[in-house]
C-alpha cells in the first residue's frame, strides 16, 4: 500500500517559517515540504531568502516564528551541531574550508561524534578512540575516492580550484552520513565538466536514498536535474511545481526582473 502523504514521505517539512533581520523579513511565513528521495530544486532571485531559509532549517540561525520537522520530529530549538548529528546537512553558497589544512584534515574534521574531543577519554578509551580515527580516515578516503577528491587529498584546501572546492564541500557533508542535503548553489563559478561531475555524484548519491534540496540559478541544471522545483521571491514561497510549469508561471519570471544580474542562464 503506498501513502504518497503519509509523514513517512515527508523527509523535510518547514511550516510558517518567519527570519527577520531588524526590519527586513528575509524568510517570510514559509511553508514547504521536501519529499523523502527527491532531487528537490530551489530557485530564486539574489535576495530572495534561499541562504537564510537554509540557515534557519539547519540551526546556524534561529527562526522567529514556524516550525521545521526532519523525519517528523522538531528540529527547529536543536542545535546546528545536533541537527547535523540527526543527518540534515548543507554546504556553503561560498565554500568554507579550513583552507591551511589539507582536503584529507578537512574530512577528517567534518566527522561527527570523535571520542578523543572529551577530555577523559584518551584516559579512559584509548582504543575505542583509535578505532573510531581509523574509521573515520578509511571513510575520508572512501569519501575522496567517490568524489574523485583522492589526488588532491594532501594539499592544502586553498589550492583547489573552485569546481574541486564545491566537491570538497560535498565530501565534508558526506562525513556525517547525512540522510538530506542542502546544497548553496553548488555550480556557482564551477566549470561545466565538473558541473556534470558533481552532479553525477549527486545522483548516485540519491540511488542510495539520500534526498537533495539544491539551490541554483542555473536553470538548465534545475531543469535537467530537479524535481519539482520550488521558488521564492521576497521571502516567500512563489511557486511550486515542475520544469515546465515553472517556464509558464509570469509571476516567477517577474519575480527577476528586479534583479538582472540573476537572470538564470
Ligand atoms: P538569497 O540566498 O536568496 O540570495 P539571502 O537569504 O542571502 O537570499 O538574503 C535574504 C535577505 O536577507 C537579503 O535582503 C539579505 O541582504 C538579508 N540578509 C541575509 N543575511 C543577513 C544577515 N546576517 N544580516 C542582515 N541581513 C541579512
Ligand atoms: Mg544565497
Known amino acids: 500500500m503506498t501513502a504518497p502523504h503519509s509523514v513517512d ?19 517570510d511565513n514559509v511553508s514547504l515540504s521536501i519529499e523523502r528521495g527527491s532531487i528537490t530544486g530551489l530557485i530564486g532571485p539574489n535576495g530572495a531568502g534561499k541562504s537564510t531559509l537554509f540557515e534557519t532549517i539547519v540551526g546556524e540561525a534561529r527562526a ?6 526532519f523525519n ?28 591551511e589544512m589539507t582536503v584529507l584534515d578537512n ?29 573515520h580516515l578509511q571513510r575520508a578516503h572512501e569519501i575522496l575516492e567517490f568524489t574523485t577528491l583522492s589526488r588532491v587529498a594532501g594539499l592544502a584546501a586553498r589550492n583547489l580550484s573552485g569546481g ?24 556557482a563559478g564551477v566549470n561545466p565538466a565538473l558541473t556534470n561531475l ?8 540519491n540511488d542510495q536514498g539520500i534526498t537533495f534540496l539544491i539551490i541554483e540559478h542555473n536553470m538548465d541544471l534545475i531543469m535537467r536535474h530537479c524535481q519539482p522545483i520550488i521558488a521564492m521571491a ?32
Open 9 to 27: 514521505a515527508t523527509h523535510l517539512e518547514v511550516r510558517n517559517l518567519s527570519k527577520h533581520f531588524a526590519e527586513l523579513t528575509a524568510v
Open 64 to 69: 522567529d516564528a514556524g516550525s521545521i520537522l
Open 72 to 99: 517528523g520530529k522538531a528540529i527547529e530549538a536543536l542545535s546546528a551541531d545536533q541537527v547535523y548529528r540527526a543527518g540534515l546537512a548543507r554546504t556553503f553558497q561560498i565554500p568554507q574550508p579550513f583552507p
Open 107 to 135: 574530512l577528517l574534521l567534518a566527522a561527527p561524534g570523535q571520542l578523543g574531543e572529551t577530555f577523559w577519554a584518551p584516559v579512559i578509551r584509548p582504543l575505542a578512540i583509535r578505532r573510531q580515527e581509523e574509521e
Open 164 to 187: 574541486q572546492q564545491k566537491l570538497l564541500e560535498l565530501s565534508r557533508v558526506l562525513m556525517g552520513k547525512p540522510e538530506l542535503i542542502m546544497l548553496d548553489e553548488p555550480a
Open 198 to 205: 558533481l552532479m553525477d555524484r549527486i545522483h548516485a548519491l
Open 234 to 265: 521576497n521571502g516567500r514561497v512563489i511557486f511550486t511545481g515542475t520544469a515546465a510549469e515553472a517556464v509558464d508561471c509570469d509571476e516567477l519570471l517577474e519575480s527577476y526582473l528586479g534583479d538582472m544580474s540573476a537572470i538564470p542562464s
